[in-house]
């Protein structure tokens, strides 16, 4: 049996328009700057990239500011006011921090930019923002490059392009790995308990039988938990195995292998995750209502009573789970690394239009890129409350709290704005951004890498499309439905909503970027 992903990627919705910069005429993702994605900014100072003096003038400025979080934590209101504490000691600014798990953050965020009101900085997804672009939310960020020292330190020129759309640098790219492969997570003491020796590179069987043995001993527990959007079939976990060319209406198969798009819903490896999620949901292995849950697999584990989680896997992922959950984990991997266009560009910070003063809010972003404390309080929270720095200059939990005692951990570096200006964890390797880079580099690269889909001509289609999948992805991909039916219902439905349409434009673009590159 092939081993293909049963991956997460937050990645939940589609977008209206996509990708149109990174790796056209004027990029070459393939040609970064040396500093893009390594740890040689690292290297140079514990601190980070050097901050600007970009203290504003008279009563100062309140920043509206969003962004991710892995859960919901006791000690929230203290976090947001310590960095609103310190933007006023720097900045001269104070900040109203709005903290939204990713669910929230889809789902409000279009809100509050169509009120006109209430947000300056906020997280957004490449797959989304060309509607928001369309509706004049985002403030393009090119204009600002001179007064973002920070951001323009520890940014190549590349990676700021791979995050334009329409010709509108829409935002700054967070720093983190640019690959992904899928792995699931499991609980070390329960494998060590039942005698359970994992190899790491498990088939679909072997897994089943893992969790066969761990139902048996723990028969109330739920073996493998998540959201909706995590479950081991969902259209955003097949994009660690394809090439989603900007969304998920298109595809190109086996890591991008080859440039032929196809309805990835017809592919065998995403047929094959979808028996294999309807197995473990008969055997009671799956919580009967994953298809509505929004507590994330990290959040479940943290609770105590469940096993397992699928979710992106890179260098450190234990240690980085660890922290989130609580418990040592084992990983077992799934898929292999790949890296696409959507890797770098596919998430970042935008600044929006509606900002009482966009000059300002764009010069707090900046100092967010560059700020080693505020990137530790967002992450770790309070030091010397929620983290200490040990010995070897790592963050680590004060004596007496752990990860289930303490009132906030974030954990989530991959959505901070630059994990790589704070400290690292405890157990982290001191390389690390170093192994981030080796890992895009020696990862399995798509045929369109660089390529972006613009989907300005099949906009109805994408609507109508997105309509269908809403309808039938989350019980296909949990398992609460019997595969062969549902799939063939959701096809049907699909094609008569236009797909084929969106497949042939995305090949006649992808066959004339090819001509040109």
């Known amino acids: 049996m092939k081993k293909k992903t049963l991956s997460l990627i937050m990645t939940a919705v589609l977008g209206l328009t996509v990708l149109t910069g990174c790796g056209g005429d004027s990029l070459d993702i393939t040609q970064q700057s040396d500093n893009t994605d390594s740890a040689s900014q690292e290297e140079e100072t514990d601190a980070g990239a050097p901050a600007a003096n970009t ?46 798990t990713y669910v929230d953050a889809l789902n409000q965020i279009p809100l509050m930019l169509a009120s006109g009101s209430g947000l300056d900085i906020f997280p957004s997804w490449s797959n989304t923002v ?101 479950a081991p079939a969902d259209m955003g976990d097949v994009a660690f195995m394809c090439d989603t060319l900007g969304n998920e209406l298109g595809v190109l198969a086996d890591n991008g292998a080859e440039a032929v798009v196809v309805n990835q819903f017809e592919t065998e490896d995403w047929r094959e995750a979808v028996e294999v999620t309807r197995q473990w949901y008969e055997a009671g292995y799956l919580s009967k209502d994953m298809a509505t849950s929004q507590d994330s697999g990290e959040t479940m584990i943290a609770g105590g009573n469940t096993f397992a989680f699928a979710n992106n896997w890179k260098p450190d992922s234990l240690n980085e789970k660890k922290s989130t959950t609580g418990y040592e984990l084992v990983d077992v991997m799934i898929s292999e690394p790949m890296t696409a266009t959507q890797f770098v560009g596919g998430s970042a910070y935008a600044v929006a239009s509606i900002a009482e003063d966009p000059e300002k809010a764009v010069l707090f972003l900046d100092w967010l890129v560059g700020s080693a404390e505020a990137n530790d309080l967002l992450n770790w929270g309070i030091e010397g409350e929620h983290w200490i720095v040990d010995e070897d200059g790592n963050a680590v939990y004060p004596e007496g ?57 099949v906009v109805n289609e994408v609507i109508a499309c997105q309509a269908v999948l809403d309808q039938y992805i989350a019980p296909i991909c949990t398992g609460s439905v019997e595969p062969e039916t549902a799939i063939a219902e959701m096809n049907e439905a699909l094609y008569n909503a236009g797909p084929q349409t969106i497949i042939d434009e995305k090949q006649a673009q992808l066959d004339a970027w090819l001509t040109e590159h």
């Open 130 to 230: 060309g509607s928001f672009i369309d509706s004049g939310y985002v403030e393009d960020l090119a204009p600002y490059h001179d007064q973002m020292v920070n951001t323009m330190e520890w940014m190549s020129v590349n990676d700021l392009e791979c995050c334009m759309v329409q010709g509108v640098q829409w935002g700054v790219p967070q720093n983190k790995e640019r690959a992904s492969c899928e792995a699931i997570f499991m609980r070390k003491d329960i494998l060590d308990e039942l005698g359970i020796t994992v190899k790491g590179n498990e088939t679909w069987e072997e897994v089943t039988n893992i969790f066969a043995q761990v139902h048996e001993a723990y028969p109330d527990m739920v073996v493998l938990g998540g959201a909706s959007y995590e």
């Open 55 to 100: 203290a504003v003038d008279g009563e100062g400025y309140e920043v509206n500011f969003a962004y991710i979080v892995s859960n919901t934590m006791a000690d929230q209101d203290k976090v947001n006011q310590a960095l609103s504490d310190l933007a006023k000691e720097e900045l001269n600014m104070t900040v109203n921090v709005i903290a939204l």
């Open 401 to 457: 709290v752990d990860g289930a005692s303490c009132g906030y951990h974030n954990g989530w570096g991959f959505i901070m704005p630059n994990q790589f200006a704070g400290h690292l964890w405890e157990g982290t390797d001191t390389d690390l951004y170093d192994q981030y880079q080796d890992y895009k580099n020696n990862a399995a690269k798509s045929v369109a890498y660089g390529f972006n889909f613009d989907s300005t001509n």
